[in-house]
T-cell receptor, first 110, second 116 residues
Framework: AQRVTQPEKLLSVFKGAPVELKCNYSYSGSPELFWYVQYSRQRLQLLLRHISRESIKGFTADLNKGETSFHLKKPFAQEEDSAMYYCALVPNTGFQKLVFGTGTRLLVSP | DTEVTQTPKHLVMGMTNKKSLKCEQHMGHRAMYWYKQKAKKPPELMFVYSYEKLSINESVPSRFSPECPNSSLLNLHLHALQPEDSALYLC???????????????FGPGTRLTVL
């Protein structure tokens, strides 16, 4: 069975500090990994996907198949980064459900 | 139009009522999804429609009845709900991954349902 683990419920940092939101997954095949973000009073939206290997809003995430991890990183956090972050995977190609982690709330203080 | 829209935004219903949630997208996506999200929890999949056919039902109770009248519309019919069904109901859509689009899902803002 597929499983996504986000060990931190809450991550609180000061503005300008580095941020790393951890995500580990368990799946025997080759999943597609995503980070979704939910800002206050806004819809859930895609932040990053591992296949595109891009940086969005200063965030990056690298898929480590050996460690089955997909940690989200940003070198200098901003107050507007405060939100709920969900790591998710799709186990196969085709129309499949997103398997979400439990989420990490990031709080960036001034 | 590059958004998924959902109506109504809020819905309060009694346990004997029948109501429907609506979802619409005009991005040409061929899959549409219903998720349920309880407070401070991640979304949980309920149903998937691909090419207007039900392809996944995550053992959802029959008091929830999905319908996909066409490729742009998705409904969720509600009947005889329980207070524990109160939640945010999210609709999402995605392109056909076989067309090289990947598996990104686009979410609507949700309908906040309260069952009294």
């Amino acid at each position: 069975a597929q499983r996504v683990t986000q060990p931190e419920k809450l991550l609180s940092v000061f503005k300008g500090a580095p941020v790393e939101l951890k995500c580990n997954y368990s799946y025997s095949g080759s999943p597609e990994l995503f980070w979704y973000v939910q800002y206050s009073r806004q819809r859930l939206q895609l932040l990053l996907r591992h296949i595109s290997r891009e940086s969005i809003k200063g965030f990056t995430a690298d898929l480590n198949k050996g460690e089955t991890s997909f940690h989200l990183k940003k070198p200098f956090a901003q107050e507007e980064d405060s939100a709920m972050y969900y790591c998710a995977l799709v186990p196969n190609t085709g129309f499949q459900k997103l398997v979400f982690g439990t989420g990490t709330r990031l709080l960036v203080s001034p | 139009d590059t958004e998924v829209t959902q109506t109504p935004k809020h819905l309060v219903m009694g346990m004997t009522n029948k109501k429907s949630l609506k979802c619409e997208q005009h991005m040409g996506h061929r899959a549409m999804y219903w998720y349920k999200q309880k407070a401070k929890k991640p979304p949980e999949l309920m149903f998937v429609y691909s090419y207007e056919k039900l392809s996944i039902n995550e053992s959802v109770p029959s008091r929830f009845s999905p319908e996909c009248p066409n490729s742009s519309l998705l409904n969720l019919h509600l009947h005889a709900l329980q207070p524990e069904d109160s939640a945010l109901y999210l609709c999402a859509s995605s392109q056909d991954p076989s067309e090289g689009a990947g598996n990104e899902q686009f979410f609507g803002p949700g309908t906040r349902l309260t069952v009294l």
